[in-house]
Each structure stands twice: as C-alpha cells, then as structure tokens.
C-alpha cells in the first residue's frame, strides 16, 4: 500500500506563488508517474500536471508557463511549484501516484493508483 502525504497549500493573494509538496510511503514497488489533480468547490477533478519517472512533464494549458512540476526520485516525492497564481487555481489539489506490481513481463504487469488527501490552495483577489 502507498501513501500519499502532500503539504504547501494555503492562502495568497493574486501573483503570488506556492511550492506544493508530496511525498510517497508505504511498500511500492516501483512509483511511475507522480502528478497533481484539483477540484475547485462545486466543480469536477480537473488533471493538473504529471511527470514520468524519467522527468517528461506534460501540463493542463491553463497552467503552462504558470507552474513547475519536478521529483526526486530517491525521496519519492514530487513537487508543484505555481507562480502567478489566479483566483481561478483555487482548489483543492490532489497528488496522484502509479505503481505496479514489479510483474518483469510487461503483458501481466499490474498497475495500480494511489491518491493523496489533499491540500487546499486559496487564491484571494
């Protein structure tokens, strides 16, 4: 089982900025790809940001240019700098992690996904 533990959110005004942080435990095999979902109140789970083991990023446009995802690999924890923060970041932001089963033929090998509880990132205007 893996646990997920983010830390960072909080409150800032408009422009500003905050370091997210996630670390994952527990007795994974092997973490793959690391990531950062939202939900904003009243609104679906929106993808943020993900990064593979390998360090390829990939971004929600809306946040391109804005905010950094970065790991380390050996702390098995992922990172979400956001710069020039809007009001429309505030959510709650989910880290997201996948791991398999360490299965070395790629046909049977199960993955699995691991979420996080949350920190909540409020943007004031």
């Known amino acids: 089982q893996v646990q997920l533990v983010e830390s960072g959110g909080g409150l800032v005004q408009a422009g500003g900025s905050l370091r997210l942080s996630c670390v994952a435990s527990?007795?994974?095999?092997?973490?793959?790809?690391m990531g950062w979902h939202r939900q904003a109140p009243g609104k679906q789970r929106e993808y943020v940001t993900t990064?593979?083991?390998?360090?390829?990023?990939n971004y929600r446009d809306s946040v391109k240019g804005r905010f950094t995802i970065s790991r380390d690999n050996a702390k098995n924890t992922v990172y979400l700098q956001m710069n020039s923060l809007k009001p429309e970041d505030t959510a709650g932001y989910y880290c997201?992690?996948?791991?398999?089963?360490?299965?070395?033929?790629?046909?049977?090998?199960?993955?699995?996904?691991?979420w996080g509880q949350g920190t909540l990132v409020t943007v004031s205007s």
């Open positions: 527990g007795s994974a095999v092997s973490i793959n790809t």
């Open positions: 990064i593979t083991k390998d360090g390829i990023t």
């Open positions: 997201k992690a996948t791991t398999d089963d360490g299965d070395p033929d790629p046909a049977s090998r199960r993955y699995f996904t691991h």
